[in-house]
């Protein structure tokens, strides 16, 4: 006699299986840290500046329009 798992907890115990790998995912990603809010940022999400040859990665573009005015130090 063989055993059906149901649609419902097949579904269930696929999604969970897929969210074990993508949050496994998650952790091994590079992070930076905002020079202005001071907060982590993953590296892929993190806008790039430029500003007088140097390279900054920001959080939102509130902090990317302050490194381009020159107003964070």
């Keep these: 006699m063989k055993r059906f798992l149901g ?4 579904t269930t115990l696929l999604f969970t299986s897929i969210s074990g790998v993508l949050a496994a995912k998650a952790e091994k990603e590079e992070t930076v840290v905002c020079p202005v809010l001071k907060q ?21 573009d509130s902090c990317a329009e302050q490194i381009r005015s020159g107003k964070f130090k």
């Design 40 to 60: 982590k940022v993953p590296k892929s999400k993190a806008i790039k500046v430029v500003h007088n040859g140097k390279t900054y990665y920001v959080c939102c």
């Design 7 to 10: 649609p419902a907890l097949a």
